[in-house]
């Protein structure tokens, strides 16, 4: 598990533009493998060894320690001495209807630093958006020991889900949507 957190958790190299957090990267995955997960993680009473788990699932385990770190950032689980844990708020997810999970999960989101970063980054802009590129080099900058693509991926998407950007692709541009809720 300590080789997880090595892997996945580098040190931030910069704090995001109010200075509160530093800007730490966001697993590159897909929300939907994280409700999976945490929906197998139930069947297992909510607990369950890392191992085990990847033996029983097939899957990559470096997949899975992607998917289980983005579990982990957003609240939902916590990986004490090699097993995977449920938190009462990844048990409270999946009970909810699918309008009320995703609100949940955005809000989950928008208090992630490098949410928190580019919503400010984009307020501060003309029409409160950038282009594709701009992101990109503003990634570069920020997390310049991370691939910036991956990174920009994880922002697009759950950022699109979370409803706080979407993306035009007709200009290749990632829009502020309104001001992320923060309860």
């Known amino acids: 598990m300590q080789d ?3 892997s996945q958790e580098r040190q931030p190299t910069e704090k995001h533009q109010s200075g509160e957090s530093p800007v730490i990267p966001v697993p590159p995955t897909g929300l939907l493998k994280v409700l999976g997960l945490l929906a197998v993680l139930d069947q297992h009473n ?5 191992y085990k788990l990847a033996r029983e699932l097939r899957d990559s385990f470096g997949e899975l320690l992607i998917i ?34 995703k609100e949940l999960i955005g809000k989950q989101i928008a208090k992630l630093p490098l949410f928190v970063h580019f919503t400010k980054f984009l307020e501060n802009r003309p029409e409160k958006a950038a282009s594709r590129q701009e992101i990109m ?8 020991t991370e691939r910036p693509k991956p ?13 706080i ?3 035009n ?7 502020l949507v309104s001001e992320p ?3």
Do not use: C, H
């Open 151 to 163: 990174q920009f991926d994880a922002l697009m998407n759950w950022g699109r889900y979370a409803e």
């Open 46 to 50: 909510g607990k369950e060894d890392i």
């Open 137 to 144: 080099d503003e990634l570069v900058r920020i997390l310049p």
């Open 181 to 183: 809720q923060k309860n």
């Open 169 to 175: 692709r007709d200009d290749d541009r990632l829009v």
């Open 4 to 6: 997880m957190e090595d």
């Open 68 to 101: 289980i770190k983005a579990a982990e950032v957003l609240g939902f689980v916590v990986t004490p001495g090699g097993d995977l844990v449920m938190e009462p708020l990844g048990k409270e997810i999946l009970g909810l209807p699918v309008n009320k999970k």
């Open 165 to 167: 950007f979407s993306f």
